[in-house]
């Protein structure tokens, strides 16, 4: 399970880590949003259906996102934390390398036109009291006895 702030990273090393080790692969972003505009989140409820659902469907997998409230319906299955702890320039700078995600946006050019919305909430990190909060993020890790790393760079 990989977690951490907008940019740190997270689906990159998902990615690599699924293709790598033949892992099914989510990314709680698919399933945590109405399809509306503005976008809104789902009932958790609802989510936690979709990534039961999932995990009953894969035996290795790796669940990727920023949800402390989603990521919490993993930790009953035992699940390898990745914390990426990144400092928050780093995360910007990735953010505006990202390259096009077509399982979010229809195009490049949308997915651009968020990109001033997303800094501003990579900014906001360490400074949010919600699910996707540094703050949030580190008691998810703090509380887990399992295996966990925490990493505070992407060269590691």
Same mark, same amino acid.
């Given at each position: ?21 033949? *892992?099914?692969?989510? @990314?709680?972003?698919?399933? #945590? ?5 503005? /976008?809104?989140?789902? %009932?958790?409820? $609802?989510?936690a ?17 920023c ?18 702890? *990144?400092?928050i320039? @780093?995360?910007?700078?990735? #953010? ?5 995600? /077509?399982?979010?946006? %229809?195009?490049? $050019? ?20 919600d ?26």
């Amino acid at each position: 399970m990989i977690f951490g702030n907008s940019g740190s990273g997270k689906s990159t090393l998902a990615k690599k880590l699924a293709e790598a080790e033949q *892992l099914a692969h989510l @990314d709680l972003d698919t399933l #945590a949003w109405q399809p509306d505009m503005p /976008p809104q989140r789902k %009932p958790v409820s $609802e989510s936690a259906e979709a990534i039961e659902a999932f995990i009953r469907e894969h035996s290795a997998w790796v669940i990727e996102g920023c949800y402390a409230d989603l990521l919490e319906l993993v930790l009953p299955h035992s699940p390898e934390l990745v914390y990426l702890n *990144l400092p928050i320039e @780093d995360c910007v700078a990735n #953010a505006k390398a990202r390259p096009w995600e /077509p399982h979010k946006y %229809p195009s490049k $050019e949308a997915q651009d036109a968020n990109l001033d919305m997303l800094i501003d909430w990579i900014r906001q990190y360490a400074h949010r009291d919600d699910c996707f909060s540094q703050q949030a993020h580190q008691r998810l890790y703090q509380q887990y006895s399992g295996k966990k790393t925490e990493y505070t760079s992407n060269q590691q």
